[in-house]
């Protein structure tokens, strides 16, 4: 009896926990959606009547239009470079035992423990005394001084746990490097590649603090256009844009789930019971 | 061990990591100057000669509001990150103790989907929960522990909680982590000599977590301590945080000597000391 009761207390608490925990995680966000749908004129809770007006209102806001353009180009540009380059360095550093003990693993994570206000601040500082004032070249390599290290440590988990046996056994068989590239490597290393692609997209496309330092009396990023926004009108017209965001954001989970698998991406393996 | 350069056609694989090697290049290029700038008085290049000057640093860390500031700072760094931590042990068990798949992808999701939407969605769905007509107060008013609804934003308790919001997803993720590797069969060895399932958490799952658990508090803390965004709308001008400052000497002052030393200190506030904090905590466990 007594460790029954101790066993579903365990449970209780356990499950108790974990539900407060979650509330705590959506509550903010399944509030703001709740608000966008409410007919209150500013935002209030709970939210009194229905109406789709807000959602009316923001597909006519124009001051947008061009952030979203620019930041989806951005991201795009962002992704490719930081995807490529961050997945062949995970590769190499995979295969390379020289490379692993030269620190150069430590090098390329080291901007992911550093505050982007101060890598955005240095990043400017270096720009300005160099001359570079076009704000393209300045945000996509802001951008991905930031995003790349997160797509190398994803690629790398995944890099070192790619089956080198197959690669022989191709070369066994007689296939030259090239088809051993083409064929069985970049197949392998594919999930890497589009998964690291997708969150450096991701993470490009939501960065303020780096843009707003290095787009200084340029480019407007996406971002930026909205924190300028919501210095001046808090509304449920923002409460609308915010929805739209959460479930794009789903949106680009439910693709990476698809690509490469969530579990994988974070380190749980899945396993065989 | 085959090695790899006796195949022949084997690739360079220096070369593969030159991509990236230049596109981190002004990262550090940055990272260097950022150090050499905190030492010129600006505007630089006054008749042609620069000032160096320790006046920068000495404005960062002993000017009476910047300590204030940075002491506030330090302070939310250890609350969020022991906080954060905390909140996540319970969630990362959950996940890598699911017992069915679509339980474990949904608190995936749930850690996921806050962790990835705009930092400043985030910071105004937090503003919709913490002001005077949103959530808190709603409940507040209902169950009468508060008479009139009041605003919590602007205030350390509204930074400290929506610094908390963002970090918990990384605690979790990293916490996760850790758990996932650790194997289960240890705890049901316990359970099957007759512990119950207090104990198997207290005595064998947990201080087998501590590691995780202490470096989530940690990088919690170094997260919270270059708060940015959460302290400058959820905080306002009353509580600002290091970062504000900074940010404020680069777009009001133009002045990048100071912002430059105080970026300094951050960082050293930061990564220093979630460091020492990490030797001493080793020392003291004896490890």
């Given amino acids: 009896m007594v460790a029954r009761s101790l066993r579903s207390s365990f449970s209780i608490v356990g499950v108790a926990a974990i539900v407060f925990v979650c509330s705590f995680l959506v509550l903010p966000l399944a509030v703001i959606i709740g608000s966008s749908f409410g007919t209150d004129a500013f935002l209030k809770f709970p939210p009194r009547g229905l109406t789709l007006s807000w959602y009316n209102k923001m597909l006519h806001l124009r001051e947008f239009v061009t952030p979203l353009g620019i930041s989806l180009r951005l991201g795009a540009i962002v992704a490719l470079f930081s995807g490529i380059a961050g997945t062949l360095a995970a590769f190499a550093l995979a295969r390379s035992p020289y490379l692993r003990r030269s620190g150069i693993e430590a090098a390329f994570l080291l901007p992911i423990v550093l505050p982007s206000l101060v890598i955005g601040l240095s990043l400017l500082v270096l720009f300005n005394l160099l001359g570079i004032n076009n704000t393209w070249i300045t945000l996509i390599l802001g951008h991905v001084a930031v995003t790349m290290p997160l797509v190398f440590q994803t690629a790398c988990s995944l890099a070192t746990t790619l089956n080198r046996d197959i690669e022989f056994a191709a070369m066994t068989l007689g296939a030259p490097p090239r088809t051993v590239i083409t064929r069985i490597v970049l197949p392998l290393l594919r999930p890497a590649l589009v998964g690291g692609m997708i969150m450096a997209f991701a993470l490009s496309f939501d960065e303020f603090v780096i843009s707003i330092l290095l787009s200084q009396g340029g480019i407007t990023t996406f971002p930026v256009a909205l924190f300028t926004y919501m210095r001046f009108s808090v509304n449920p017209t923002l409460a609308a844009i915010s929805t739209a965001l959460i479930f794009g954001t789903c949106l680009v989970v439910l693709v990476l789930h698809r690509a490469v698998g969530l579990d994988m991406l974070f380190g749980l393996k899945r396993q065989n019971r | ?287």
């Fill in chain 2, 1 to 287: 061990m085959i090695d790899a350069s006796r195949f022949p056609g084997a690739p360079r694989y220096g070369l593969l990591v030159l991509p990236a090697g230049i596109l981190f290049a002004p990262f550090y290029a940055a990272m260097t100057l950022i150090g050499a700038i905190s030492f010129v008085e600006y505007p630089a290049l006054r008749d042609g000669i620069i000032n160096i000057t320790l006046n920068n640093y000495e404005l960062a860390l002993l000017d009476s509001f910047n300590f204030e500031v940075l002491l506030r700072t330090i302070r939310l760094g250890l609350v969020v990150g022991a906080l954060s931590a905390v909140l996540a042990t319970p969630m990362a068990y959950g996940i890598a103790r699911a017992s069915r798949r679509d339980l474990q992808l949904t608190l995936i999701l749930l850690t996921i989907i806050p962790f990835l939407v705009n930092a400043l969605v985030r910071v105004f769905a937090l503003t919709t929960v913490l002001g005077r007509e949103g959530f808190l107060n709603f409940v507040l008013v209902n169950i009468r522990i508060v008479d009139r609804p009041s605003s919590f934003l602007r205030s350390e308790f509204a930074v400290v909680m929506g610094q908390t919001y963002f970090v918990v997803p990384f605690a979790i993720l990293i916490i996760t982590a850790l758990m996932a590797k650790l194997n289960e069969n240890i705890e049901h060895a316990a359970s099957t000599l007759g512990a119950g399932p207090w104990q198997v958490f207290f005595k064998v799952t947990l201080p087998r977590l501590y590691p995780a658990i202490f470096s989530a508090g940690l990088i919690g803390y170094a997260l919270s301590v270059s708060a940015f965004v959460v302290p400058l709308i959820l905080g306002g001008d009353q509580y600002k945080m290091y970062s504000n400052l900074i940010f404020d000497q680069v777009a009001f002052r133009g002045d990048f000597g100071r912002a430059a030393a105080m970026a300094v200190v951050l960082l050293i506030v930061s990564v220093a000391l979630a460091e020492l904090l990490r030797l001493a905590v080793r020392r003291i466990a004896g490890r």
